[in-house]
């Protein structure tokens, strides 16, 4: 099938990354890539009027962890509403399964490319348990995906980090990221769950500590991030700053970002960490000074975390503050403590107009996506699913194209905390498509260094998604009419009718072997599994060049 | 010569899921095995498994086998039950889930007639738990509920709680004896409780962590407040164990969940963590690949065209409704349930595992494969859901995926059986 050519023929080209923005053009696939051409008696798709973009990228959800089977499995009645009958492939191969807000894995897949996503990122996975991330992911078809390991309470990180010993750190972690087939380094509350494990409740600013004046946040952040640039990553750290959700924890979040100043760092669902006022007295949006900062910081990427009104379920490694949720909302809780590296916490979560912390979260996200000057560097997420799920994006992008439907929205909302926002200002900002392509695709691609995603250049993967031009943008969004994944046409007139399996997104950096008898000598100590045992063997695909 | 395994070798006898085993093979057997327990060197046996394919009793062709077990699961789909036993990998799993996927069948396993009620209540209230790392570390306080893991857990003390822990200076064990079901003699402190007052005990502890200065409950409760009050007051991080999976099937059905909601409340004064002794086989492979492919960790019915999650029976009592015109069984059957034994005596069974032809079930379609851990690598999960990468020591002509991938392929070739 991949090696078929095909022409795309008479479509209006939003290509941001090829400075492409709304031109008619013909895109040529062979062998799975884009080509610059294909012979005139090469199968020819017509899809004029239509507007073709890059296949989506979404850059942080969760979608194959074991947190997210957890997450899964405590959710078993919503699945009772949303059953997911098997597509109808010709060759019989279409796989049955359950919705609601995390999907079985092949409907998970089928789902993202019927929204026209082709590449996905879980971004939270506990190394020790990166053999069930893998599994499933084998069993989410269609994207190409990967995932974040999770390093920001890791047991030897922190002791190198007591020791000094950076350069231990730095082989570790490119190491760590070989052995267990991730793709980036991610960096969860730095210190607060191993604080929350030893029995502390959590850690509130940056130069706390639980294990001696060494081991704070901030040293945390540090060495991670000037790790990470040091070893070249693609996509350096992803950080999910501490505070999460509280109130006024805009001071953490700017205070980490001024941490990793100069260096590449990716902050993630920047919407949960954007609050001004004060814990227990006053909730207010603190977006415009997060991004008058971001604006000015080049070297700093985020994705939004928008929530989306309506059920979620809240699922982290941040285990502090999911307890803490759960003391709010009194319901289904899960805690899971994962020896030496990180914790997990999963609390079914409604976010309501009527509410008004989740109004005002829902006006901070839109706030971070309108004041910000760079689409480039600050991208669409919902946090799948604890903001949202991503079947929500296309709610989302119209939201962000359209003033008339965040206006509707917004006066349905609890005012309690809106007072003098910049939304309730009237934000008269509306995006443009080619700039949701960048927030939905190129810009993505872009800051995890897929040099073959978000483009449709010469070389770039064949994924490629096909709208029905509409006024109605949420519907445009939702149903794409064609969509290619490495050329292969899996949607067509809208109907999904095939499914190939992913490729695997992971990285191999080099390290110093000395680093080895170290890590082997950790095991020993401390680890309730064999060295040998911890290794991902057999992957199917081969690491990215890097 | 023995050659032994250059990776340590993983033993699935119990859900501990030891990784430290050294194995020696020798002409096709397994001649020496060092650090496995009584359970862990019965269940690798010598490691000659038989490698029989046969219909009542005789030998037949693959190619016949196969086409004779279609027969009898296809013949009414919707009335088959696919049940998924021990010793298969989780890739074996996933061809079972695919092939009930497509013929319409309902997947399920002894998980139904044994942890069911522990899942459902976690599914209620969630869970505080962890790995068992944790345990082993962490805990300065550990309660026994009604269990000493040495019976079927042999090398779970060494393991995860007999060793000096790094986060604890140092560690309390306590038994909470119910009617014979004592905790490890090496418990230093004893309360004893009759199973009828179980589910009371966690009520009058749960009461003790949330008022202080709670009236002294009288008789035999009364340990309990106080042992309340001192967890509240000393313990840093509580690991409570009990079996899920109890041989004698004695079982309130409610403890599961008081067990939960009392190991949740301890996490506002301290923190705590339970964990849920569970057999080996791979069980909790089974039920993690069922969870993500289709939302259900176990008892998932396909009947509809899709799955839908049928909990009100358990496997032994929709066998004995006669809800099944056909069973096949994936996986060894060495540990199925002497109930579920007798009722697959009744129906067409169809058996696909390790030692297969061993089995004393009923007469049908049987075809021998190897065992995970044995003959087979992939992925198998600790009794804590922790994965591991299975070590393959002998070979065995016939893998459970494979012959269930043929079957699926024959349902292919009939032309979808799903309307
Ligand atoms: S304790 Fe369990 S896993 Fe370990 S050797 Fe014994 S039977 Fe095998
Ligand atoms: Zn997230």
Redesign the interface.
Known sequence: MSSERLRLCGGIVHDPANGIDGEVRDICVEDGVIVADVPRDAPRLDVSGMIVMPGGVDIHCHV?S?GV?HA?????DE??HD????PQFTD?TG????G?I?????TTGYRYATLGYTTAFDAAVAP?????CH??LD?TPIVDAGFFALMGNDEFLLRQIEAGETGLARDYMAWLLGAVGAYAVKIVNPGGIDA????HRNLNTLDESMRGDRVTPRAILDVLTTVANELGLPHPVHIHCNNLGVPGNVATTLDSMRVVAGRRAHFTHLQFHSYGGERGKSWTSAAAEISDYVNAHPEITADVGQVMFGPALTLSADSPLE?LL?ETTGG?????????ETGCG??PYNYEEKAAAAALQWVVGLELFLLSNDPWRVVLSTDHPNGGSFLAYPQLIELLMSRDARRECFERLNPRFLAGSALADGLAREYTLNEIAIVTRAGPARILGLKRKGHLGVGADADVTVYQRSDRIAEMFSMPRYVLKSGVLVVEEGQLRRAPPGRRLHIRPGYDEAVVSNIRKHFE??????F??YP??NLKDRPLNL | MPVSTDRPVICLGCGCACDDLSVSVAAGRITGIENACPLGLKWFRDGNFPAAIQCDGVDVSFDRAITTAAEILFANPRRTLIYVSDDVSCAAHGEATALADRIGATIDGPTSDTVADGLLAAQRRGRASATLGELRHRADVVIFWGVDPSARYPRFMERFVTPQPVFATARTLIAVDVDAAHGPRVCGERITLSSRHEVDALSVLRAGLRERGTAPTEGVLAAFVELARRLRSDAKYVAIIFDAEPDDGRRDPDLPEALIAFTQALNASTRAALFALRAGGNRNGFESLLTWQTGFPFAADFAGGHPRYVTDESVAERLSRGRYDAVLVVGSTVNVAVNIAAELKRVPTVIVGPGASEATLAPGVVIDTGAVGIHEGGMVLRMDDVPFEAVPLLSHPTTAADVLRSLSERCAARGSLRS
Do not use: C, Q
């Open positions: 194959a074991a089977n899964r499995r405590l959710m078993p699945r009772r059953p997911a009958p098997a019989g796989r049955s399964g359950t609601g995390v999907p079985s894995t092949f020790l348990t990166a053999k069930v599994a499933s069993d929350w494990k030893a029995g307890y759960h289904k809780w899960v805690n899971l403590d994962i020896e030496l999963i609390v100590d401390f680890s309730t599994m064999r040998e045992s991902v063997r």
